[in-house]
């Protein structure tokens, strides 16, 4: 199912394959989105600063929209981030090993990172839906409710739950 290229890479093919360049799209997709909402969270911020400093009012929306729309940022930001490996990691253990026993212990660490992810995806998919069906709001001022700001959490993890597959079938966990 998978082949060698003379870059030592392994070139997937079929379902398998396919999933994994899904997923890979899905993440750098979501990356742009998410650069997109930290964008739109540093301009509510310029603008809070503007009508409280400049203009001398009151502001209602603008630190809770922020809060919402950077948080959300950093939700669907995260499957590009195991993507490309830009995580923090400790690896000098890893760093010295080669061979099985490397990739046993990165598949080990994946597969607890992929059940967390798991736990998180059913946990916010269910908070989603309480909060939706049930109406809930944030209960200040502006008193939005609080579903979308739920759902990039439902989306992230279940994103990142997936990339953590596409990667342990890529052979890289």
């Known amino acids: 199912m998978s082949q060698s290229t003379s870059s030592g890479q ?46 001398g009012e009151s502001t209602i929306w603008q630190t809770e929209f922020t809060t919402f729309a950077i948080s959300a940022s950093m939700l669907l930001g995260t499957p590009y ?48 839906y309480e909060a939706y069906a049930f109406e809930w709001t944030s209960g200040t001022v502006w008193n939005p409710p609080l579903w979308p700001a739920i759902l990039p959490v439902a989306i992230g993890a279940t994103l990142l739950s997936l990339q953590y597959v596409a990667e342990i079938l890529r052979g890289e966990p």
């Open 81 to 128: 981030v195991l993507k490309t490996g830009g995580h923090v990691a400790v690896t000098v253990l890893p760093d010295a090993l080669s061979g099985l026993p490397k990739f046993l212990m990165q598949l080990a660490a994946s597969l607890v990172g992929l059940a967390f992810c798991i736990a998180l995806s059913f946990g916010s998919w269910y908070y989603f």
């Open 10 to 55: 392994v070139s997937q093919r079929g379902l398998i394959g396919g999933f994994i360049r899904l997923m890979d799209t899905a993440s750098i997709a979501t990356a742009y989105l998410a650069g997109a909402l930290l964008f739109i969270g540093v301009l509510s911020v310029v603008h809070m600063v503007f009508v409280r400093y400049v203009m």
